[in-house]
Protein backbone atom coordinates (compact mmCIF):
# COMPACT_ATOMS: atom_id res chain seq x y z
CA UNK A 1 0.00 0.00 0.00
CA UNK A 2 1.28 3.12 -0.90
CA UNK A 3 0.91 6.64 0.93
CA UNK A 4 1.71 10.40 -0.05
CA UNK A 5 4.98 11.18 1.08
CA UNK A 6 5.25 15.31 1.88
CA UNK A 7 8.16 15.89 0.03
CA UNK A 8 7.18 14.00 -3.37
CA UNK A 9 6.83 10.26 -4.32
CA UNK A 10 5.39 7.57 -2.27
CA UNK A 11 6.19 5.68 0.79
CA UNK A 12 4.79 1.77 1.28
CA UNK A 13 3.33 1.61 4.16
CA UNK A 14 4.30 -1.53 6.25
CA UNK A 15 8.00 -1.31 4.49
CA UNK A 16 11.34 -1.31 7.14
CA UNK A 17 11.51 2.44 7.11
CA UNK A 18 7.88 2.84 8.69
CA UNK A 19 8.05 0.32 10.61
CA UNK A 20 11.60 1.91 12.11
CA UNK A 21 9.58 5.47 12.98
CA UNK A 22 6.78 4.25 14.07
CA UNK A 23 8.44 1.35 16.50
CA UNK A 24 9.69 4.04 19.06
CA UNK A 25 6.28 6.64 19.07
CA UNK A 26 4.35 3.10 19.84
CA UNK A 27 7.00 2.69 22.21
CA UNK A 28 6.71 6.17 23.73
CA UNK A 29 2.64 6.27 23.65
CA UNK A 30 2.34 2.73 25.27
CA UNK A 31 4.47 4.38 28.26
CA UNK A 32 2.06 7.48 28.59
CA UNK A 33 -1.03 7.19 30.96
CA UNK A 34 -3.56 9.88 30.37
CA UNK A 35 -6.16 8.44 33.40
CA UNK A 36 -6.05 7.03 36.81
CA UNK A 37 -3.67 7.82 39.48
CA UNK A 38 -0.69 8.08 40.74
CA UNK A 39 2.12 8.91 43.73
CA UNK A 40 3.13 12.28 43.60
CA UNK A 41 7.34 12.32 43.88
CA UNK A 42 7.31 15.60 45.95
CA UNK A 43 5.05 14.73 48.34
CA UNK A 44 4.38 10.91 47.88
CA UNK A 45 0.62 11.56 48.31
CA UNK A 46 -1.91 9.80 45.92
CA UNK A 47 -2.89 12.48 43.28
CA UNK A 48 -4.81 12.15 39.48
CA UNK A 49 -1.91 11.67 37.15
CA UNK A 50 -3.70 13.95 34.75
CA UNK A 51 -3.22 16.99 37.74
CA UNK A 52 -1.64 20.04 36.61
CA UNK A 53 -0.57 21.11 39.85
CA UNK A 54 -0.47 18.91 43.10
CA UNK A 55 -3.27 19.79 45.54
CA UNK A 56 -1.48 18.99 48.10
CA UNK A 57 2.50 20.37 47.61
CA UNK A 58 2.00 22.51 44.61
CA UNK A 59 4.13 20.48 42.63
CA UNK A 60 3.63 21.14 38.74
CA UNK A 61 3.10 18.80 36.29
CA UNK A 62 4.01 16.09 39.10
CA UNK A 63 2.34 13.50 36.17
CA UNK A 64 4.86 14.77 33.49
CA UNK A 65 2.59 14.55 30.50
CA UNK A 66 1.72 10.75 31.42
CA UNK A 67 4.87 9.61 31.68
CA UNK A 68 5.46 10.11 35.27
CA UNK A 69 3.81 6.62 36.62
CA UNK A 70 6.01 4.63 33.78
CA UNK A 71 9.27 5.70 35.41
CA UNK A 72 8.22 5.46 38.90
CA UNK A 73 7.80 2.00 38.06
CA UNK A 74 11.17 1.56 36.35
CA UNK A 75 12.81 3.14 39.53
CA UNK A 76 9.96 1.25 42.04
CA UNK A 77 10.99 -2.19 40.85
CA UNK A 78 15.14 -1.15 41.76
CA UNK A 79 16.02 -1.06 38.78
CA UNK A 80 19.65 -2.21 39.36
CA UNK A 81 21.84 0.14 38.00
CA UNK A 82 24.90 -1.09 39.93
CA UNK A 83 24.43 -5.03 37.62
CA UNK A 84 24.28 -2.06 34.75
CA UNK A 85 27.48 -0.36 35.57
CA UNK A 86 29.20 -3.45 35.87
CA UNK A 87 27.88 -5.84 32.94
CA UNK A 88 28.63 -2.18 30.44
CA UNK A 89 32.07 -2.49 31.96
CA UNK A 90 32.57 -6.22 30.98
CA UNK A 91 31.03 -6.07 28.00
CA UNK A 92 33.06 -3.28 26.71
CA UNK A 93 36.57 -4.95 27.66
CA UNK A 94 35.46 -7.71 25.74
CA UNK A 95 34.82 -5.43 22.61
CA UNK A 96 38.15 -3.39 23.01
CA UNK A 97 39.76 -6.53 23.35
CA UNK A 98 38.28 -8.05 20.09
CA UNK A 99 38.38 -4.53 18.47
CA UNK A 100 42.43 -4.99 18.54
CA UNK A 101 43.02 -8.58 19.19
CA UNK A 102 46.90 -8.30 18.49
CA UNK A 103 47.22 -6.00 21.35
CA UNK A 104 46.37 -8.63 24.05
CA UNK A 105 50.09 -10.25 23.30
CA UNK A 106 51.70 -6.69 24.20
CA UNK A 107 51.75 -7.34 28.15
CA UNK A 108 55.01 -5.92 30.02
CA UNK A 109 54.00 -6.86 33.02
CA UNK A 110 50.73 -8.65 35.70
CA UNK A 111 48.99 -5.11 35.33
CA UNK A 112 49.11 -5.17 31.41
CA UNK A 113 47.96 -8.83 31.23
CA UNK A 114 45.13 -9.19 28.58
CA UNK A 115 45.68 -4.86 28.05
CA UNK A 116 43.14 -3.74 25.04
CA UNK A 117 45.10 -1.39 22.45
CA UNK A 118 45.13 2.14 22.59
CA UNK A 119 42.80 2.48 18.83
CA UNK A 120 39.95 0.34 20.33
CA UNK A 121 40.37 2.36 23.42
CA UNK A 122 39.65 5.28 21.59
CA UNK A 123 37.38 3.71 19.58
CA UNK A 124 35.05 3.44 22.40
CA UNK A 125 35.41 6.46 24.34
CA UNK A 126 38.40 6.91 26.37
CA UNK A 127 39.52 10.54 27.57
CA UNK A 128 42.29 12.38 27.91
CA UNK A 129 44.83 13.11 24.84
CA UNK A 130 43.45 13.53 21.47
CA UNK A 131 39.83 13.33 22.87
CA UNK A 132 40.30 15.95 25.25
CA UNK A 133 42.37 17.53 22.59
CA UNK A 134 39.42 17.10 19.78
CA UNK A 135 37.17 18.21 22.46
CA UNK A 136 34.83 15.22 22.71
CA UNK A 137 33.28 16.34 25.90
CA UNK A 138 31.19 13.26 26.04
CA UNK A 139 34.68 10.95 26.80
CA UNK A 140 34.48 12.70 30.73
CA UNK A 141 31.63 9.88 31.02
CA UNK A 142 32.45 7.05 28.33
CA UNK A 143 35.86 6.58 29.94
CA UNK A 144 34.53 5.71 33.09
CA UNK A 145 33.55 1.92 31.65
CA UNK A 146 36.95 1.12 29.62
CA UNK A 147 39.31 -0.24 31.79
CA UNK A 148 43.25 -1.27 30.76
CA UNK A 149 43.82 -4.59 31.89
CA UNK A 150 42.46 -7.91 33.14
CA UNK A 151 43.17 -6.56 37.00
CA UNK A 152 42.59 -3.37 36.27
CA UNK A 153 38.49 -4.24 35.08
CA UNK A 154 38.42 -6.89 38.58
CA UNK A 155 39.67 -4.63 41.11
CA UNK A 156 37.29 -1.62 39.75
CA UNK A 157 34.64 -4.20 39.56
CA UNK A 158 35.49 -5.93 42.73
CA UNK A 159 34.75 -1.83 44.59
CA UNK A 160 31.50 -1.30 42.30
CA UNK A 161 29.98 -4.82 43.77
CA UNK A 162 31.59 -3.19 47.70
CA UNK A 163 29.99 0.05 47.31
CA UNK A 164 27.69 0.26 44.68
CA UNK A 165 24.46 -1.57 46.67
CA UNK A 166 25.24 0.44 49.76
CA UNK A 167 25.17 4.02 47.75
CA UNK A 168 22.03 2.45 46.39
CA UNK A 169 19.92 1.79 49.15
CA UNK A 170 20.98 4.57 51.31
CA UNK A 171 20.59 7.47 48.30
CA UNK A 172 18.40 5.32 45.89
CA UNK A 173 19.36 3.94 42.48
CA UNK A 174 18.85 7.15 40.37
CA UNK A 175 20.53 9.45 43.09
CA UNK A 176 22.91 6.44 43.25
CA UNK A 177 24.00 6.79 39.48
CA UNK A 178 24.29 10.22 39.48
CA UNK A 179 26.94 10.60 42.12
CA UNK A 180 28.41 7.76 40.04
CA UNK A 181 28.66 9.15 36.81
CA UNK A 182 29.43 13.19 37.86
CA UNK A 183 31.90 12.06 40.23
CA UNK A 184 34.05 9.71 37.43
CA UNK A 185 33.81 13.18 34.77
CA UNK A 186 34.74 15.28 37.08
CA UNK A 187 37.50 12.83 38.07
CA UNK A 188 38.46 12.72 34.17
CA UNK A 189 38.22 16.95 34.37
CA UNK A 190 40.57 17.39 36.53
CA UNK A 191 43.01 14.60 35.14
CA UNK A 192 42.12 16.22 31.57
CA UNK A 193 43.27 19.95 32.84
CA UNK A 194 45.54 18.94 35.10
CA UNK A 195 47.88 16.55 33.16
CA UNK A 196 45.91 15.53 29.72
CA UNK A 197 46.92 12.73 28.91
CA UNK A 198 44.79 9.81 27.95
CA UNK A 199 42.78 8.19 30.99
CA UNK A 200 40.42 5.45 31.66
CA UNK A 201 38.62 3.59 34.48
CA UNK A 202 35.90 3.86 37.07
CA UNK A 203 38.73 4.09 40.23
CA UNK A 204 37.51 8.54 40.18
CA UNK A 205 33.58 6.94 40.19
CA UNK A 206 34.67 4.41 42.81
CA UNK A 207 36.35 7.37 45.22
CA UNK A 208 32.76 9.51 44.47
CA UNK A 209 31.18 6.16 45.69
CA UNK A 210 33.44 6.28 49.11
CA UNK A 211 32.88 10.26 49.59
CA UNK A 212 28.80 9.65 49.06
CA UNK A 213 28.82 7.27 52.11
CA UNK A 214 31.62 9.39 53.95
CA UNK A 215 29.01 12.47 53.86
CA UNK A 216 26.00 9.75 54.78
CA UNK A 217 27.78 8.66 57.82
CA UNK A 218 28.78 12.22 58.74
CA UNK A 219 25.04 13.65 58.25
CA UNK A 220 23.81 9.94 59.95
CA UNK A 221 26.19 10.15 62.97
CA UNK A 222 27.49 6.90 62.12
CA UNK A 223 31.19 7.88 63.57
CA UNK A 224 32.58 3.81 62.85
CA UNK A 225 31.22 3.73 59.21
CA UNK A 226 32.90 7.30 58.23
CA UNK A 227 36.28 6.56 60.44
CA UNK A 228 36.10 3.34 58.59
CA UNK A 229 35.76 4.78 55.12
CA UNK A 230 38.02 7.40 55.38
CA UNK A 231 40.87 4.46 56.15
CA UNK A 232 39.76 2.83 53.12
CA UNK A 233 39.93 6.58 51.22
CA UNK A 234 43.34 6.92 52.52
CA UNK A 235 44.55 3.70 52.05
CA UNK A 236 43.44 3.56 48.51
CA UNK A 237 44.94 7.26 47.96
CA UNK A 238 48.63 5.93 49.06
CA UNK A 239 48.51 2.91 47.07
CA UNK A 240 47.79 5.08 43.92
CA UNK A 241 51.12 7.19 44.52
CA UNK A 242 52.92 3.97 45.32
CA UNK A 243 51.78 2.47 42.07
CA UNK A 244 52.42 3.29 38.04
CA UNK A 245 50.36 4.41 35.74
CA UNK A 246 47.57 5.18 38.29
CA UNK A 247 45.80 8.63 37.57
CA UNK A 248 45.80 9.96 41.25
CA UNK A 249 43.94 13.54 39.91
CA UNK A 250 41.28 11.36 38.85
CA UNK A 251 41.21 10.20 42.38
CA UNK A 252 41.13 13.43 43.65
CA UNK A 253 38.82 14.72 41.32
CA UNK A 254 36.25 11.88 41.65
CA UNK A 255 36.41 12.27 45.46
CA UNK A 256 35.59 15.89 45.63
CA UNK A 257 32.68 15.40 42.42
CA UNK A 258 31.11 12.48 44.66
CA UNK A 259 31.59 14.77 47.95
CA UNK A 260 30.11 17.76 46.35
CA UNK A 261 27.14 15.96 44.56
CA UNK A 262 26.26 14.14 47.64
CA UNK A 263 25.72 16.71 49.69
CA UNK A 264 23.08 18.40 47.28
CA UNK A 265 21.42 14.95 47.51
CA UNK A 266 18.63 13.87 50.46
CA UNK A 267 18.59 10.31 51.62
CA UNK A 268 16.55 7.69 50.70
CA UNK A 269 14.27 7.57 54.09
CA UNK A 270 14.29 11.67 53.89
CA UNK A 271 12.72 11.97 50.85
CA UNK A 272 11.78 9.90 47.83
CA UNK A 273 13.37 10.20 44.42
CA UNK A 274 12.16 13.14 42.48
CA UNK A 275 11.12 12.82 38.69
CA UNK A 276 13.92 15.67 37.94
CA UNK A 277 16.26 13.19 39.54
CA UNK A 278 15.28 9.91 38.13
CA UNK A 279 15.16 11.79 34.31
CA UNK A 280 18.91 13.26 35.30
CA UNK A 281 19.46 9.27 35.52
CA UNK A 282 17.66 8.28 32.45
CA UNK A 283 19.49 11.12 30.57
CA UNK A 284 23.18 10.44 31.61
CA UNK A 285 22.49 6.89 30.29
CA UNK A 286 21.63 7.74 27.41
CA UNK A 287 23.93 10.51 27.25
CA UNK A 288 26.85 7.79 27.71
CA UNK A 289 25.40 5.24 25.09
CA UNK A 290 25.28 7.95 22.66
CA UNK A 291 28.87 8.67 23.53
CA UNK A 292 30.25 5.36 22.90
CA UNK A 293 28.66 5.89 19.20
CA UNK A 294 29.96 9.49 18.89
CA UNK A 295 33.47 7.87 19.72
CA UNK A 296 33.73 4.92 17.90
CA UNK A 297 32.10 7.51 14.12
CA UNK A 298 34.61 10.03 14.84
CA UNK A 299 38.01 7.63 15.65
CA UNK A 300 37.14 5.39 12.91
CA UNK A 301 36.40 8.38 10.49
CA UNK A 302 40.05 9.26 11.29
CA UNK A 303 41.26 6.20 11.04
CA UNK A 304 39.83 5.95 6.89
CA UNK A 305 40.77 9.31 6.46
CA UNK A 306 44.64 8.06 7.02
Given amino acids: ?38 ICPSCGKLIGVAEKQ ?62 P ?14 AWHEHWWWTLLTAIYLHGGLLHIFFNVMWIRNLGPTVDEVYGPARGFVIF ?3 GAAGF ?23 ALIVYGRRTGSHLMTQQLWQ ?32 AMRFSHEKRESLKVQLTALALIALTAVGFVLSFVRVTALLLEH
Fill in 54 to 115: CPFCGARNPGLFGYAPAIQRLFGRRLDLVALIVSSCVLLYIVALALEPDAIFHATGPFSLLS
Fill in 117 to 130: GTRALYQLGMTGGL
Fill in 181 to 183: SIA
Fill in 189 to 211: LVSNLAAGTPTIGASGSIFGLLA
Fill in 232 to 263: WAVVMFVMGFLMSAVNNWAHAGGFAGGWVTAE
Fill in 1 to 38: MLAAHPGGGAVLLGSPLVSRVTTPCLIFRSMRQTQGSM
